[in-house]
């Protein structure tokens, strides 16, 4: 059984870091993304990262503050978050597909298979 969980979140200040993970378990996948939802607005992507193809992707909101990184002996991805600012406050969700997926598709929700719970990050100024 598939399963993703997402822990790290909590309260920052504004300027403050935090380190979010993804613990996946019953397969690896060949993407893995992390996408996020304000309040009263859409999930919208954060950052992706084609493992088999050795890259990776961030939303501009989110270029030169975020990383995202896998650990392959514990199959955990995790998105380091520095600069916070109130705008990053939302819940964070780790989401996972099978494919490789494209340069195009890749920032877009409906390609992933698998989805975490998410975690709540609240960013205070």
């Known amino acids: 059984q598939v399963q993703l969980v997402e822990s790290g979140g909590g309260l920052v200040q504004a300027g403050g870091s935090l380190s979010l993970s993804c613990a996946v378990s019953?397969?690896?996948?060949?993407?893995y993304g992390w996408f996020r939802q304000a309040p009263g607005k859409e999930r919208e992507f954060v950052a992706a990262a084609r493992w088999r193809v050795g890259d990776t992707y961030l939303a501009d909101s989110v270029k030169g503050r975020f990383t995202i990184s896998r650990n392959n002996a514990k199959n955990t991805v995790t998105l380091q978050m520095s600069s916070l600012n109130d705008e990053d406050t939302a819940v964070y969700y780790c989401?996972?597909?099978?494919?490789?997926?494209?340069?195009?598709?890749?920032?877009?929700?409906?390609?992933?298979?698998?989805w975490g719970q998410g975690t709540q990050v609240t960013v205070s100024s």
């Open positions: 989401a996972a597909a099978t494919n490789t997926l494209s340069a195009a598709v890749a920032p877009k929700r409906e390609w992933y298979e698998y």
């Open positions: 019953g397969r690896t996948f060949s993407t």
